[in-house]
């Protein structure tokens, strides 16, 4: 187990993972231990522990645990719906005049969970360059921050959107 899911050029090393990493739903202070349904729900590590791990968060790294297979998520709430997912592969490289490095916006990995109306064109326009997008309102849970801190990877990840280093300012040294 250890070592399958390994992180790829991201800095953090794999954890092994075991079902004492997730708080019991007895102990984590939203659930009510004397609840007479709880005992018929599944503890999040018993769910969660097989799954490719990450040290954050959920603990689970969902999008490589899409990639291998390991989950298959509904498309609908609805079950009869066909609504078929449109994956797009195309990355859009954003923050490109920072100082932090390039974030690096993979449309593959979100049309495989999201049909393309949960951003266009009310959180971002499908055009680069027309939403002013800023790291202080994702901050304030707008923009990427909608998601990513509540249903996605936390935003303490700052290398997994700023991901792209920024070649070297050559140019400087020549003048
Ligand atoms: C969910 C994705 C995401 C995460 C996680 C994230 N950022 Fe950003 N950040 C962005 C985007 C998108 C912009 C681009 C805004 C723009 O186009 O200027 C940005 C811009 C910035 C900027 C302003 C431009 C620059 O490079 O100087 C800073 C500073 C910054 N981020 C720091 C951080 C730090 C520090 C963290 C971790 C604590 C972090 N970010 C985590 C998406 C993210
Ligand atoms: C999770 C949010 C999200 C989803 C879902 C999403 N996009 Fe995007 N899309 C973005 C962001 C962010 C940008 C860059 C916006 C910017 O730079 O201002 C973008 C940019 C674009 C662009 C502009 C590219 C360019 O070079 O000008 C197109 C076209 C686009 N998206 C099409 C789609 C389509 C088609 C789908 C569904 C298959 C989709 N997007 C799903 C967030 C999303
Ligand atoms: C509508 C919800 C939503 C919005 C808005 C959104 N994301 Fe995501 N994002 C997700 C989900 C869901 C995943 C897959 C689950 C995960 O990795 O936590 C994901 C995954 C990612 C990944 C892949 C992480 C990996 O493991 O390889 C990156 C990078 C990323 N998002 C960056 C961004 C940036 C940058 C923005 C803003 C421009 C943004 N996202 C806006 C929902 C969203």
Request: proline share 7%; charged share 20%; net charge neutral.
């Amino acid at each position: 187990m250890l070592g399958q899911w390994t992180l790829d050029s991201k800095a953090q090393a794999p954890l092994g993972q075991s079902q004492d990493n997730w708080i019991p739903l007895t102990k984590d202070q939203v659930h009510d231990p004397r609840g007479p349904g709880l005992s018929e729900l599944q503890d999040p590590g018993a769910g969660l522990f097989e799954l490719p791990p990450h040290q954050s968060g959920n603990r689970v790294l969902w999008a490589k645990a899409l990639d291998r297979g390991a989950i298959s998520p509904r498309r609908s709430l609805t079950p009869n719906e066909s609504s078929k997912v449109q994956v797009l592969d195309m990355d859009v490289l954003l923050d490109l005049r920072g100082s932090m490095a390039v974030v690096r916006f993979p449309h593959k990995i979100h049309t495989q969970w999201l049909a393309c109306d949960n951003c266009h064109d009310a959180l971002f326009k499908s055009k680069v360059g027309e939403t002013k997008i800023s790291m202080y309102n994702i901050l304030q849970g707008e923009q990427c921050g909608l998601c990513h801190g509540s249903v996605a990877f936390p935003l303490t990840e700052c290398s997994f959107c700023h991901s792209v280093e920024r070649p070297a300012p050559k140019w400087r040294m020549s003048q």
